[in-house]
């Protein structure tokens, strides 16, 4: 049985994740506001940036690819980290090129975008049942929906009849 039938994961490749999607949107951008103009002076700085950035697409992919939530959880860590980084180099550039502000603040967005995506997804992961792929046999899948289905069982039961489930 596969993972996206029964509803535990919703993403089988991690090309297909919105926040990877959105990383290597912020590269392409970053890329294009260093390759040309007044940045190109700016070598080192440049370097870093992009280095930084293509850090948090990478570590997406790493961490979905290692087939458990602990390990996925600490490369969206890393991945949340270097998004600060970018956004932190964005920060003195808009200081340093004041004529790139608009540029600059939009790219800035973005990667808050990001990081936020990353954040509100390391939350859900925390609170998983599961412990990833690599852990998760036909056996584990089968109790792992036995579980959910009995969940869902007694939160319509606690709906249908209320007064009966009354905290003293």
Known sequence: MELRRIGLMKYKRFEELPVWKDAVDLAEAIDGLTAHGPLSRRRSFCDQIERAVLSI??????????????ELLSFLYISRGSAGEVRSMLLVLNRLEPNLKAQISNLITKSESISRQLWGWMESLKNSEIQGQRRLDDKERKNFQIQKDQ????????????EHHKKP
Not at 57 to 70: K, L, M, P, Y
Not at 151 to 162: I, T
Request: charged fraction near 25%.
């Open 57 to 70: 697409s990478n570590n997406i992919a790493e961490g979905f690819e290692r087939g458990t939530t602990s």
């Open 151 to 162: 969940k869902q069982v007694l939160e319509e039961l606690h709906q249908k009849f209320p």
